[in-house]
C-alpha cells in the first residue's frame, strides 16, 4: 500500500553580492535532483536582474521569454483578483488562492530516464513593460492590505504537494524579495559567497537575521564560491576567517549537534567549497553536461556532494547522460559568430497596435508629479493613473500585451539633456500625453520631449498630442505652445470651499466617479487616433464648413469656468453618444487674437452655440476685459447662430458681484409656472398666437431656463415657434440632468 506522499521542500538560494555563481548551483542542483527520478519545480525570484532563464536556453520553447509570462505577473494578478472596487474594503485573505503559480510555469524540453522532470517559473515576459511592472508593484499594499503573506503561504504548500523540490533564485542584497525568499518561503536556505569581506560579512548579517526570525533549527547551508588556488596563503586566510563567522549556523552538519565544534564542521566545508572554472565565465552552460562524472575537483561534484548534505543522503550523484547528448547541449550553448550581429533569431516584441511604431503612447511627466503621497506609499499618481489607462485600452483592444504605452523610470531631469535613448523611444511612438502640472511647467527636459515630438511629427500632428490636467495652473502660468491647441483632459476639481483638488490622491477612490470617466474618455479618444491612423489619411476628412450643416448635427459647446467643467463634460459625452459633432474639439487659445480666429473657424462649422453658466465671471484678462463668456456669445450672435443658454435656477444673483457678468445672467428669463395646468390644446395656441407676433429678420437666441411648464407645453412650443421667433423661451428642466431634452432640441433647432 503506497502511502501520502511526503510533502516537498523549498530550498533558496541567495548571495549577498552578485557574482557568486548562485544561479549556475541552482541550475546544476535542479539536474542532479531530476536524473534521480525528482519533479523539480525553478523560480527565478530575482526579479530586479532575472537570468535563470539562460542557464534553461536550449531546453525553452521560447528562451527570450518574450511571450512567456512568470512571476511578476503572477503577483500582479493574484492582487487584483483579491482586490475590490471598494478601495479600502479588500476582500477578506483567504488560504487558497484565486490564482495559481503552476499556471505560469512551463516544462523543459528533456527527456530524463526516469520519472523525474523540471519545470520553470521565470521572472516574468521580458518585453519593454518589464521593468515597470516589477518597480510599481505595491509590496506593503499587497501584505497589509492583501493579505499576501497568507496568500504567498497558501501558495507554497500547493507547490510542496505537487512539486519534490521548489528551488527558488533569490534577488541579492537586502529587499522586500529577497525577505520573502530567504524567511517566509524556504525550508532551508543555500546562501553563497566569495571569499571576501563584503560578501562574507553581509552573507552571514543575513544569516543571523533569518535564523533570528525562523526556528533555531532552521538549516543554513553556507557555499563558499569561486576559489582559485593561484594565492595559497589567501585561501586558507580566507576561508579561515569564513569558517569562523558561518560556524554559528552550521551545528546541524556536526555529528554532535550539541554546541559549535569547528573540527566536526571540516567534513562539510571541504565538500561543499566550490572551485572557479574559467570555462564556465563565458556561457552559461550547466556543469552537469560538461563536467567529466567521477573526478572530485570539479563544480559538478561540489554540487553532487551538497545535493548528499541537503537531501540527508538520498541524492548524492548525478546519473549519467549519454556524451552525444551532453556535447550537444554544450553546442546549444556555445556563441557562435552569426549570433552576435544577427538578431533575427530572437523572437520580436509583440507589436504594437500600429506595426511601424514600437510604442501607442510616450507618456511625458514630471517625476515630481509620481512620487508616492505618504511614505508607506511606493507608487505615485503617475504610475496609478497609467497603469488604469493601459487597463481600459486593453479593454478596448482585446488584449493587454498589444497596448504598448512607454514612460521614463529613470530619475535623470534637470539640467541633464535629453538622452539618445529616449529621443529614439519619442520618435517611434505614435502618440504624446503629457501630464501638465506646475512641476511640468518646470522642467526643462518635459518641454524638449514635447518639442522634439511635434517638431519630428509636425507635418503630421493633427491629434497625435494629449493633455492631462494634473493640477491647476497659474494664471500667469505660460504653457508651451506645443500643448496647446490639443484635447485635454482635467484631472482636478474644486472642493464646496472651491479650492482645487487633484482626483486619486493618495489612491483613486470609487467615488471619484469623473476621475475613471476622464480615463475612460482618454482611452477612447487614443484608441480611437490609433485606430484611424491604422486606416490611413481617409480616416482624416476634412470638413467643410460651407456644407457641415448637410448629414452632420455640429454644436458649438461654449468653453466654460472651472465650477461647470463636468457638467460640460457631461452634456457632451450625450451628445456625441447621440451623433452630434460637438466643437471646439480641442482648447481655445488664450490670447484674444487668436482665441476670435479660432473661435470664428469653429462656428462657422455649426448651427448651435450652447453656452452654460455659473455665478462665477471666469478669467477677465486685459485683452477681454469682458471675460469670455461674452466673448463667445457676441461671436456666436455675429454668426447668426441659434443660442441656447442654462443657469441654475436657484442661482441668486444679488450675489453675483460682476456687474457685467449678472447682466448676462439676468437676460436668462425664467418662467414662473401658473397656478391651473392649462390644457394641452390651449397651451398650444396660446404659444403660437405669442410666437406670431415676433418676426425678426435675425436668428433666434434660444435660452435654457430650469423652471417650466409642463412637458406637453414645452413640446407644443418646439413644433409651433417658426425659425425666426424673436424671443422662443425655451423651458425645461437642467438640460444637463436631462441630457435627451437638449438633443431634442438640437434635433428641432
Known amino acids: 500500500m503506497i502511502g501520502p506522499k511526503t510533502p516537498g521542500t523549498i530550498i533558496t538560494f541567495y548571495s549577498y553580492k552578485g557574482g557568486t555563481g548562485r544561479t549556475m548551483a541552482l541550475a546544476n542542483f535542479a539536474w ?13 525570484w530575482d526579479l530586479e536582474a532575472p537570468g535563470l532563464h539562460r542557464y534553461l536556453r536550449p531546453f525553452l520553447v521560447d528562451p527570450e521569454l518574450q511571450s512567456t509570462r512568470g512571476l511578476i505577473d503572477f503577483v500582479w494578478d493574484l492582487a487584483a483578483k483579491k482586490m475590490t ?16 503559480l503552476e499556471d505560469y510555469a512551463v516544462g523543459l524540453d528533456w527527456n530524463f530516464a526516469g520519472e523525474g522532470s523540471i519545470a520553470f517559473v521565470p521572472a516574468g515576459r521580458q518585453d519593454e513593460d518589464y521593468p515597470q511592472r516589477v518597480n510599481t508593484f505595491d509590496w506593503d499594499n499587497f501584505y497589509e492590505r492583501l493579505g499576501g503573506g497568507k496568500l504567498l503561504h497558501a501558495t507554497g504548500e ?19 524579495t529577497s525577505g520573502i525568499c530567504t524567511v517566509q518561503m524556504p525550508d532551508l536556505l543555500v546562501i553563497g559567497f566569495t571569499l571576501n569581506h563584503q560578501s562574507m560579512r553581509g552573507a552571514a548579517a543575513v544569516a543571523a537575521s533569518v535564523q533570528k526570525q525562523r526556528e533555531l533549527d532552521f538549516r543554513i547551508y553556507p557555499v563558499p564560491t569561486r576559489l582559485e588556488n593561484a594565492e595559497t596563503d589567501k585561501l586558507e586566510s580566507a576561508m579561515f576567517f569564513g569558517k569562523r563567522m558561518f560556524a554559528p549556523f552550521l551545528s546541524h552538519v556536526q555529528p554532535d549537534q550539541k554546541g559549535i565544534d569547528l573540527r566536526q564542521q571540516e567534513t562539510y566545508w571541504a565538500d561543499v567549497s566550490t572551485p572557479y572554472r574559467t570555462f564556465y565565465a563565458f556561457e552559461e552552460a550547466p556543469a552537469a553536461f560538461k563536467d567529466q562524472p567521477g573526478r572530485h575537483d570539479t563544480i559538478l561534484a561540489s554540487i553532487e556532494r551538497l545535493s548528499r548534505w541537503i537531501t540527508n543522503g538520498e541524492v548524492s550523484t548525478l546519473k549519467p547522460v549519454d556524451e552525444a547528448r551532453c556535447q550537444a547541449v554544450i553546442t546549444a550553448y556555445t556563441f557562435t559568430t552569426d549570433e ?64 504598448r504605452i512607454w514612460f521614463d523610470s529613470l530619475t535623470l531631469r534637470g539640467d541633464h539633456a535629453i538622452t539618445a535613448e529616449i529621443a529614439v523611444k519619442l520618435e517611434r511612438s505614435a502618440t504624446f500625453l503629457a501630464i501638465l ?71 483613486p477612490q470609487q467615488e471619484e466617479i469623473e476621475y475613471f470617466r476622464q480615463i475612460g474618455d482618454l482611452a477612447r479618444d487614443v484608441y480611437g487616433q490609433l485606430r484611424a491612423m491604422r486606416a490611413g489619411p481617409a480616416a482624416h476628412p476634412t470638413i467643410n464648413p460651407a456644407s457641415s450643416s448637410v448629414g452632420v448635427a455640429t454644436v458649438f459647446l461654449a468653453e466654460v469656468t472651472d465650477d461647470l467643467e463636468f457638467r460640460r463634460l457631461e452634456l457632451q459625452r450625450y451628445l456625441e453618444q ?43 484678462p486685459p485683452d477681454v476685459p469682458e471675460g469670455y463668456g461674452w466673448l463667445q456669445l457676441d461671436l456666436a450672435r455675429r454668426r447668426g447662430l441659434h443660442v441656447l443658454q442654462w443657469r441654475n435656477p436657484e442661482l441668486d444673483l444679488a450675489d453675483i458681484e460682476g456687474p457685467r457678468h449678472r447682466e448676462l445672467l439676468e437676460s436668462l428669463k425664467r418662467y414662473k409656472r401658473p397656478h391651473s395646468k392649462p390644457s394641452r390644446a390651449r397651451s398650444r395656441r396660446r404659444w403660437h398666437r405669442r410666437f406670431r407676433q415676433h418676426r ?16 406637453g407645453m414645452a413640446r407644443s412650443r418646439l413644433r409651433s415657434a417658426p425659425r425666426s421667433a424673436a424671443k422662443p423661451y425655451w423651458r425645461s428642466r437642467s438640460a444637463l440632468a436631462r441630457p435627451k431634452r437638449c438633443v431634442s432640441i438640437l434635433s428641432r433647432t
Open 158 to 176: 500547493q507547490l510542496r504537494r505537487d512539486y519534490d523540490y521548489i528551488l527558488i533564485d533569490s534577488r541579492t542584497g537586502v529587499s522586500d
Open 696 to 711: 425678426p429678420a435675425q436668428p433666434a437666441t434660444v435660452r435654457l431656463s430650469s423652471s417650466t411648464p409642463s412637458r
Open 32 to 44: 542532479v535532483l531530476a536524473s534521480n527520478d525528482k519533479n523539480v519545480l525553478l523560480i527565478d
Open 340 to 403: 552576435v550581429p544577427n538578431l533575427g533569431s530572437v523572437p520580436a516584441p509583440p507589436a504594437s497596435l500600429l506595426p511601424t511604431y514600437d510604442h501607442d503612447i510616450f507618456v511625458s511627466y514630471a517625476h515630481v508629479d509620481d512620487e508616492p503621497f505618504s511614505p508607506g506609499q511606493s507608487t505615485g499618481w503617475v504610475t496609478t493613473f497609467i497603469r488604469l489607462l493601459k487597463n481600459e485600452l486593453a479593454q478596448r483592444v482585446g488584449r493587454t500585451e498589444e497596448v
Open 437 to 507: 502640472s506646475p512641476g511640468y511647467l518646470a522642467s526643462e527636459w518635459c518641454q524638449d520631449e514635447a518639442r522634439l515630438f511635434t517638431q519630428h511629427f509636425a507635418s503630421d500632428l493633427v491629434r497625435r498630442v494629449f493633455v492631462v490636467e494634473k493640477a491647476p495652473l497659474d494664471d500667469a502660468a505660460v504653457v508651451p505652445q506645443e500643448l496647446t491647441r490639443h484635447r485635454d483632459y482635467r484631472f482636478w476639481y474644486l472642493d464646496r470651499n472651491r479650492q482645487p483638488r487633484t482626483f486619486a490622491r493618495p489612491m
Open 85 to 100: 472596487p471598494a478601495g479600502d474594503n479588500m476582500s477578506p485573505p483567504s488560504e487558497t488562492n484565486p490564482v495559481s
Open 578 to 620: 447621440q451623433g452630434v459633432l460637438v466643437l471646439p474639439e480641442t482648447s481655445l487659445p488664450p490670447a484674444r487674437a487668436q482665441f476670435e480666429a479660432a473661435l470664428d473657424s469653429d462656428l462657422a462649422r455649426c448651427q448651435v452655440f450652447v453656452q452654460l453658466l455659473g455665478p462665477m465671471p471666469g478669467k477677465m
